[in-house]
């Protein structure tokens, strides 16, 4: 048996960053959705556990493929193998999510290979353990994330958006950032059923008055490239811009896949792509 699955990028609409926990992490809201960029795992049958994967320099055991893969042997049993062939399209720590889409798709994958028959609710527990956006990835492609990012609340309409993502190739650790912010005493919830509103009627202006990354003032601080990022894409046209994540993946949206397009020829030497927005299921 052999199948390949397509591991989706995110964005984060928004980013607002509630407090700071006992556990170290912190308590957020994001508005979270998928888009048109996709890493690749291809699964063989194997009688051992192998990773086989294109990004240089990163040992095998601190990759979250194997570990969604050691993890899901555990439920298996140990005579359980795979080789999964890993193919990457999204940046490496780029608040893009690719690695937590990966070990999302290996948990999905195995459960299939495997014939555990776990449900998406047991995956998104498992997912958790292994990163705080793994859980939006198993059955979701739009969706509003609290908690540290694993309580997952699923939204079915969603919109298609085109969007340009522009990255620096400055790699940034989530870990970081969250330690670079200052957490106000107070926070301004983001109307979430307002902004849903907004980002289907592709109602730019309200969104640039609702959008937020708490993330955005230390990053900018530390890495101003990412901030004329940002501004270069609102002069090429972007209705609205905002880091996603912690970074330094900054994305743009756009009126129309050629909008999206023609700011990509203006961004010089930047990784860039033009990808739209996923669906949801329902959709």
Partial sequence: MSFVLEAPAKINWFLSVLNKREDGYHNIVSLMQSVSLFDTLLFD??????????IADLPVEKNLVFRAALLMQARAGDGAGVRI?????IPLAAGLGGGSSDAASTLIGLNRLWGLNLSAEELRYMGAQLGSDVPFFIDDTFAVAEGRGEIIASI????????LLVNPGIPISAAW???????????????IKLFCQCLDRKD??????????????????????????????????????AMSGSGSTVFGAFRTAEEAQNAAASMGGYWCRAVTTLRGKSN
């Fill in 45 to 54: 049958e194997s009688e051992r556990i192998e990773v086989i994967s294109d």
């Fill in 85 to 89: 062939t890993l193919r990457k399209n």
């Fill in 156 to 163: 079915e309409h969603a919109s298609e958006i085109p969007l």
């Fill in 177 to 191: 950032a969250y330690e670079a912010l200052h957490v106000g005493l107070t926070k301004k919830a983001v109307d």
């Fill in 204 to 241: 730019f202006g309200a969104l640039r008055s609702l959008q937020i990354n708490d993330l955005e003032p230390p990053v900018f601080k530390a890495y101003s490239e990412i901030r004329r990022i940002k501004g270069l894409l609102l002069e090429l046209g972007a209705g609205i811009s």
